[in-house]
């Protein structure tokens, strides 16, 4: 059993920022890690990876504004939203790589259930 739980979720005004937490078990947090989100009604999509050991990605939308890091020993995966926008609303996940294109879904075996981001403008 993989289980990824991310927290950190909540309501937040635009301008705001909040840091998502994502807790692995099961897997020795050896996988590169990556974070999707999903807006209702539309597709879920790439926001960011780490690589296991510390290089990092990030779509075009977030760059400059996301931050995603990791403490290994904690088995633990951080993604820190700065300069939070109404279009950031989304549910957002973490989930571990498997092989393959990076921002392809498909390519990520583990995803956690989620978590709610609500930015008010």
């Known amino acids: 059993q993989v289980l990824l739980v991310e927290s950190g979720g909540g309501l937040v005004q635009a301008g705001g920022s909040l840091r998502l937490s994502c807790a692995a078990s099961?897997?020795?947090?050896?996988?590169?890690m990556g974070w999707f989100r999903q807006a209702p009604g539309k597709e879920r999509e790439f926001v960011s990876l780490?690589?296991?050991?510390?290089?990092?990605y990030y779509s075009d939308s977030v760059k400059g504004r996301f931050t995603t890091s990791r403490d290994n020993a904690k088995n633990t995966v951080y993604l820190q939203m700065n300069s939070l926008k109404p279009e950031d609303t989304a549910v957002y996940y973490c989930?571990?790589?498997?092989?393959?294109?990076?921002?392809?879904?498909?390519?990520?075996?583990?995803w956690g259930q989620g978590t709610q981001v609500t930015v008010s403008s």
């Open positions: 099961g897997l020795t947090f050896s996988y590169d």
């Open positions: 780490i690589i296991r050991g510390g290089r990092t």
């Open positions: 989930a571990a790589f498997t092989g393959g294109t990076y921002y392809l879904i498909d390519n990520y075996g583990y």
